[in-house]
């Protein structure tokens, strides 16, 4: 298994554009959860689903969207670009251990640079 | 809202010394406190987490619920432990699994 995939591996886009990045889990891994990584900060949580369901929502505005497909894979969506979208944007799956421990596997990332 | 602190953005000590990451944590209920590293040109990968009371690596973390903080800890540092460390928070009881993290300490390991 090649861990968690995440394409594009980079991005540039303009204002006001729309964006689609993809993230493909582990296998067997049915919850994909999004961040955002400015530079010199740490990841901050977007979004998280589950069986193709949001179960939460980081302090983001609307123009962020994502979904999830049957096959586990998820899409994050952000509208009506700023320059303050530029970011690393990463995909992470996780799954439940036994006993209830948590694990989350993170993607290598999307760069996406607004202009 | 929860909230992780890390008050050291960079830490150099040299090879064998001690070493301790500060890691400060904002939660009402009961928290699961994890350690992320990043090595240069890797993604990010879970160090340990406090639930499991495991040793990775040499490093070693507790949680102190009265100081809320959740220090990582190794005896001797050695070159290859030099890597950006990320101190994460997960909320219990929620329907998400999404972490907080904290802004992350550069880790410099001189020989």
């Known amino acids: 298994d090649a861990g968690v995939t995440q394409s594009p591996t980079h991005l540039i886009k303009t204002r006001g554009q729309q964006v689609t990045l993809r993230c493909s889990p582990i296998?067997?891994?049915?919850?994909v959860s999004w961040y955002q990584q400015v530079l010199g900060q740490g990841p901050q949580f977007i979004f998280q689903?589950?069986?193709?369901?949001?179960?939460g929502r980081g302090n983001f505005p609307d123009r962020f969207s994502a979904r999830q497909f049957p096959n586990y894979s998820s899409e994050l969506n952000v509208n009506a670009l700023l320059l303050g979208d530029s970011a690393l944007y990463l995909c992470?799956?996780?799954?439940?251990?036994?006993?209830?421990?948590?694990?989350?596997?993170f993607g290598p990332g999307t760069r996406l640079t607004v202009l | 809202a929860q909230r992780v602190t890390q008050p050291e953005k960079l830490l150099s000590v040299f090879k064998g010394a001690p070493v301790e990451l500060k890691c400060n944590y904002s939660?009402?209920?009961?928290?699961?406190l994890f350690w992320y590293v990043q090595y240069s040109r890797q993604r990010l990968q879970l160090l340990l987490r406090?639930?499991s009371r495991e040793s990775i690596k040499g490093f070693t973390a507790d949680l102190n619920k009265g100081e809320t903080s959740f220090h990582l800890k190794k005896p001797f540092a050695q070159e290859e432990d030099s890597a950006m460390y990320y101190c994460?928070?997960?909320?219990?009881?929620?329907?998400?699994?999404?972490?907080?993290f904290g802004k992350g300490t550069h880790l410099i390991i001189q020989p």
């Open positions: 992470a799956s996780s799954f439940l251990l036994l006993a209830g421990v948590f694990e989350q596997f």
């Open positions: 296998s067997g891994h049915k919850s």
């Open positions: 689903y589950y069986e193709k369901e949001e179960r």
């Open positions: 939660y009402s209920g009961s928290p699961e």
């Open positions: 406090h639930i």
């Open positions: 994460a928070l997960r909320s219990s009881g929620g329907g998400a699994d999404g972490l907080t």
